[in-house]
């Protein structure tokens, strides 16, 4: 029989750690979870791809964040901007004019895309985010800072969640951490 040593962050039981975290994020928007005990040598980017990516989903790698090893264990298609559903992009640069996610149809909103930022840090910066909606417990508990993340990705969001349902998720992640906010939730930008 032969046997694989595949790194940790392709493993199933790991891969279902980072998605429990991932839903915990989900379900409470604005809450940033520590992913550093699942990654090993991998980021947090990898992390939540290899997590929520397989054969059947598309992906499209916006500034080239994936290298060719991890492409190869994501074994999930490419697809032009347009029509991928999950788009990798570096959020330190704000996004071109011409960056046109799907927002998905009324008849399946679910097919908008979920934009995964990766960014410097969660959790400290001058790039300040305060959320309402739902999940969102309490003023105290919805603001939330960040730094390495081009403000135009949050401006440029409020086009893309305007004609709700229809609309994008965003996944933020640093290094090892990751914070997530759906269309559901609105946001005020404060550039500090």
């Not at 992390?47 to 598309?58: K, Y």
Request: hydrophobic share 40%; with cysteine.
């Amino acid at each position: 029989m032969l046997k694989v040593d595949l790194p940790g962050i392709w493993q199933d039981e790991v891969q279902q750690q980072i998605f429990r975290q991932l839903l915990n994020c989900m379900s409470l928007p604005g809450t940033i979870a520590d992913l550093s005990s699942y990654l090993g040598e991998s980021t947090a980017l990898i992390g939540v791809l290899a997590a929520l990516l397989d054969n059947t989903v598309t992906l499209h790698d916006t500034h080239e964040l994936i290298g060719q090893s991890d492409r190869h264990f994501l074994n999930s298609p490419t697809a032009p901007l347009t029509e991928a559903r999950f788009i990798a992009v570096d959020g330190t640069n704000a996004p071109d004019t011409n960056f046109n996610p799907s927002l998905g149809t009324l008849a399946s909103p679910e097919l908008g895309a979920t934009i995964v930022i990766q960014g410097q840090h969660l959790g400290s910066g001058e790039l300040t985010l305060s959320l309402t909606g739902p999940g969102i417990l309490s003023a105290k508990e919805n603001k939330v800072a960040l730094n390495g993340f081009h403000h135009g990705w949050f401006s440029r969001r409020q086009e893309w969640i305007s004609a709700f349902p229809l609309g994008i998720d965003l996944i933020l992640v640093d290094v090892t951490q990751v914070m997530i906010i759906p269309r559901t939730t609105q946001t005020i930008l404060n550039l500090g």
